[in-house]
């Protein structure tokens, strides 16, 4: 058993350990709600932790986890204008805030 990431974002933990877990590598997430013991114990050793069951998944699990951080870290792309209303949208979002309107296929 070996510890992969760790972080204080307990959802980013968590994504994390399901995306190594649909791989197949068995993981899980220890201190997941040890949060509300900060202040009697140092903040970094509550933060929720991702360990994977088999040592040799190790390596694989660590560089799938980098490439991941990686990739959530890109840089939006330009906004994108609603065909329905012409509202300007961030990159992020798939819908429309002010007509509901889906993004349109590039």
Same mark, same amino acid.
């Given at each position: ?9 307990? #959802?980013?933990?968590?994504?994390? *350990?399901? =995306? ?6 068995? %993981? @899980? ?13 140092? =903040?970094?050793?509550? +933060?929720?932790?991702? +360990?994977?069951?088999? /040592?040799? /998944?190790?390596? *694989?699990?660590?560089? #799938?986890?980098?490439?991941? #951080? *990686? ?8 906004? +994108?204008? %609603? ?7 961030? /990159?992020? @979002?798939?819908? %429309?805030?002010? %007509? ?7």
């Amino acid at each position: 058993m070996r510890r992969v990431y760790t972080a204080q974002n307990g #959802l980013l933990v968590s994504h994390l *350990r399901n =995306l190594l877990g649909e791989i197949g590598i068995t %993981c @899980f997430v220890k201190n997941e709600y040890l949060g509300g013991a900060a202040g009697e114990l140092p =903040l970094v050793e509550v +933060w929720p932790e991702l +360990w994977v069951a088999d /040592d040799a /998944d190790y390596r *694989r699990a660590r560089i #799938l986890v980098e490439e991941s #951080l *990686r990739a959530d870290a890109r840089p939006a792309g330009p906004p +994108w204008t %609603c065909p329905t209303c012409g509202e300007s949208i961030e /990159d992020q @979002f798939t819908d %429309c805030w002010h %007509c509901g309107t889906h993004r349109p296929e590039c």
